[in-house]
């Protein structure tokens, strides 16, 4: 069946909307960008030239009434100030990660969005990609038997862009809910809620590191710690998910570069390696999902079964400069949202989904003192799987993105 198109526009024409413009103008007949914004006229001139959009002021993005979908693809602290604006609009919103600084924030969006009648979704939707589809595939298909423990691990270097690298003295950055744990959290959770379910009770450790200092000669900061304001900058978590799988969560900035991201699942007949829920998967970055067998000595790679992987490296940005993620296809889960809305069922990343990051994180952070197990609030389920097969062009894999159980295409 055609669909009529949803019309999508942008607020915050920063680094990462490159991406979500490029995956969104690229052929998926559900999507009509209309424009994009930004509180700095020039970022949002650059970016609508580029892709051949329109360049909107704030205000006329949420007074066009026919935009459906709006995306939040601002910086993390003004995440659930603008959500809101979006929501108060009558607009369905799409949020960056994470969905709000706290967990009482985000349920506050939540509600709102429900009351009144509204979609609200937030990334990462790199769950949806090849690496991660596929693995998901292997674990409800047997391959590694009863899932029993997992692991995600997310170790990062202290001055990977959370804390201040200018002396601002009002920056929000370093606050509660602004920093590495919040930031990457959602990659994970999302991944783990995936492949095994919702998560039951969570326990864990945060702590604010105080020790490290710049070490970039150019920093004007450099040899000066780095500053701190609150925010956990190591969480570790225990997570014990409804399904009775254990795992552990553990996600710091401060380490050392480059990032080391891990996530395995170990089951009763097999163990999975899956490569880092911030890419969607691809022979170019070496990022494969490997299966180590009962019966069988080492470890095998596995081919995709799912379309989504990371596009070639070796294709330049159209912008011909360096943008972060753009080979990836970060925005599918619009497209997903946008077949929601026509064909009148949930969208995979749902706003529960959202939630849940913000609530593990955010018990972690407030339990650590105390040492209770929070028995979660937000119980999202797993998202809907995408059909395997459909590689190919654009046209072929948005297939995958307009089935859902239960809906004739
Ligand atoms: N940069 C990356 O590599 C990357 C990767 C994945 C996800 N993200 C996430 O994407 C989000 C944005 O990151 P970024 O690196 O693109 O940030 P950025 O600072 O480059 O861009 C954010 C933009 O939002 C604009 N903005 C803020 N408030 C606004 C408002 N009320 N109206 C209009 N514009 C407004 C700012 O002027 C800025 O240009 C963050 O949540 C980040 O975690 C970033």
Redesign the pocket.
Known sequence: MAYKPVKVAL???????Y?YLNTLTSGFSIIDVVGC????PE??KARAELFGIRQMT?EEILNDPEIEIVLN????F??T??TR?ILEAGKNCYS???LGCTYAEAKENVELAKSKGLRLGS??DIYLGAAYQTARKLIDDGWIGDPVTAQAWCIRGHNA?MRPTLPDENSPRGKKGTTIPF?MGGYYVNALVSLLGSVNRVAGFAHVYPHHKYINTKNPLFGQPIRTDGGATTLMGVLEFENGTYGNIVITGDGFGPEIPRVEIFGTLGTLTIPDP?CFGGHNGNLDVYMTRIGNEGSFRVPFTHAFSDTAWDVPPKSGKRE??YNSW?GIAVVDMAYAIRQGRPQRSSSELALHTVEIMSSIEDNTEEGLFHTMESRPGRPAPLPHGLFGPVEIMETALASYPGVEL
Do not use: F, Q, Y
């Open positions: 607020i915050g024409s920063g680094n990462i909307s991406t914004s930004d509180l700095i970022k949002s704030t693809t601002t910086e993390i003004n995440h100030k603008v604006m960056e990660k994470a990334a990462p862009g930031d911030n972060p993620c970060r």
